[in-house]
């Protein structure tokens, strides 16, 4: 993985801002791959892996949680009031509730979720490789015959994935019960038109698709700012400058995502 680093990191050194901008999409493509490999390999948790890889979790989980789902939350009722009341006066208010679980379920909730992973974990967390890559960190890691990919870099991104999903997933519960009272009320009339409805939105495929893409934008968010900090093609550039990067690949691959699941489910 060093080797391949370095002879990227040579073509971004010579060549123009073309073959710059493939050398950088290479080198994430290559990190995310390698990464994946370690990922299903028992060898890359040692006991070092193990401790910062559960501390990663917790750190990068349980502190937003809850507010995070607070957040939510109010937006759910802001939203849903809002499309209620634009249906109410088109007569459209059969289907405002099914707008509200296509739109903000099953559209922005899942993004909203990985854009807040990113800006609060992993972009930060990529930013710190490259303070730990120029402190030598990483050479003391090899000196104690530990590996810093393993040790320092996979527990963070395993953390952003498990964050995104788990946010994701508690978030996607808490507005769709929200929905339901902001429509209904506090009564169980309306569980069987809404079990129903659900039932129709969330089709195999639909469902398959909405699943595939809440895991895609976790990887995305997790491996971008990890192999823009890890692998920064500039060697003097700063811990803001390896961020920037970061954040901008980042947006455009999450908007690729996006797209794709809009023309899967809808065309």
């Given at each position: 993985m060093t080797k391949a680093a370095t002879w990227y990191r040579h073509i971004g050194h010579t060549s123009k801002a073309p073959i710059r901008w493939a050398a950088a999409w290479a080198r994430i493509t290559f990190f995310g791959s390698v990464m994946v490999?370690?990922?299903?390999?028992?060898?890359?948790?040692g006991p070092q892996?193990?401790?910062?890889?559960?501390r990663h979790v917790w750190l990068d989980t349980a502190p937003i949680l809850g507010w995070f789902t607070v957040l939510i939350a109010l937006f759910?009722?802001?939203?849903?009031r809002i499309v209620i009341v634009t249906s109410a006066s088109y007569g459209l208010s059969q289907y405002a509730l099914e707008m509200v679980v296509r739109v903000l379920v099953v559209e922005l909730i899942p993004l909203t979720a990985a854009l807040f992973v990113a800006l609060r974990c992993t972009i930060p967390s990529g930013a710190a490789l490259v303070e730990m890559r120029r402190a030598g960190h990483f050479r003391t890691l090899r000196r104690r015959r530990l590996d810093p990919i393993d040790v320092e870099v996979l527990p963070r991104l395993l953390a952003g994935i498990f964050s995104c999903i788990t946010l994701a997933a508690l978030s996607c519960v808490v507005a769709g019960i929200l929905a339901y009272f902001a429509v209904y009320g506090f009564t169980m009339a309306g569980i069987d038109g809404y079990t129903h409805m659900t039932g129709r939105v969330f089709?195999?495929?639909?469902t398959f698709i909405f699943a595939l893409k809440t895991l895609f934008f976790a990887?995305?968010?997790?491996?971008i700012p990890m192999a823009s900090g890890l692998n920064n093609i500039e060697d003097d550039g700063s811990r803001e400058s390896a961020a920037l990067q970061g954040l901008v690949r980042m947006f455009g691959v999450l908007l690729i995502l996006e797209a794709s699941s809009l023309v899967g489910n809808y065309i």
């Open positions: 490999v370690r990922s299903f390999s028992p060898r890359s948790y892996t193990r401790y910062n890889l559960a759910t009722l802001i939203i849903t089709e195999p495929m639909f990887i995305a968010v997790s491996v």
